[in-house]
């Protein structure tokens, strides 16, 4: 679904993003996105941070939620659900993020726990993908989206659009809150 043209009036001054290059960096590490994502939106749109930790081993699942989400910073499909109903294994978990650690190249990513994000049935929420290109905010996803999904894309993605690529971003709406899932560039 193609979305009205991009409002280019939300641009954000270049001192605040200071080119795509450093768009990059910050939205490249899922803990940075958030951070830019708080600026945009604010920091009610953030999923609650349960814990950091720099090694696999370093988790305590005994202090986290039933329900959590564990992601590495970097890396693609790093990432793991575990709902209240689940019985998480740990060495199974520990296992797959010693795999996200391993395979980055550079600094190893960090691994991070947030809140499961519910619908109201108790399911998982809603992701809403949206794809900015060439000026254009499209949904990527069948059904039409709240106007609150749309200008909350707009606001993220607001200066970003130009050079090679696009950019993608995951939003949900909990509990008629958007909620903030993912940033980045392709």
């Known amino acids: 679904m193609l979305l009205p043209p991009h409002p280019s009036a939300n641009t954000p001054p270049l001192g605040e993003l200071h080119g795509l290059a450093r768009l990059l960096a910050r939205t490249a590490d899922r803990l940075a ?15 609650r941070l349960h814990g950091q930790w720099q090694q696999a081993e370093e988790i305590d699942f005994t202090r986290l939620p039933a329900g959590f989400v564990l992601k590495a910073s970097r890396g693609h499909a790093c990432s793991r659900l575990v709902q209240a109903s689940d019985q998480p294994d740990p060495v199974a ?3 797959a993020a010693d795999r996200w650690l391993a395979r980055e190249a550079g600094p190893p990513p960090r691994l991070f ?7 109201r049935n ?9 794809r900015l290109a060439e000026g254009r ?12 999904l749309v200008s909350a894309a707009a606001r993220l993605t607001a200066g970003l659009d130009g050079g090679p690529g696009s950019v ?14 993912s940033i980045r560039r392709e």
Do not use: I, K, N
């Not at 499209?138 to 609150?148: E, F, K, M, Q, S």
């Not at 993608?168 to 899932?181: C, I, K, P, S």
């Open 93 to 95: 978990l520990r296992q």
């Open 122 to 130: 108790g399911s998982p929420a809603l992701a809403w993908r949206f």
């Open 168 to 181: 993608r971003l995951r939003l949900h709406l909990v509990e008629d809150r958007v909620m903030f899932g």
């Open 33 to 47: 996105a958030r951070t830019f994502a708080a600026g945009r939106l604010g920091p009610d749109c953030l999923p």
């Open 113 to 119: 726990a947030e809140a499961l994000l519910l619908a």
């Open 137 to 148: 905010l499209t949904v990527l996803c069948d059904a039409p989206p709240d106007r609150r």
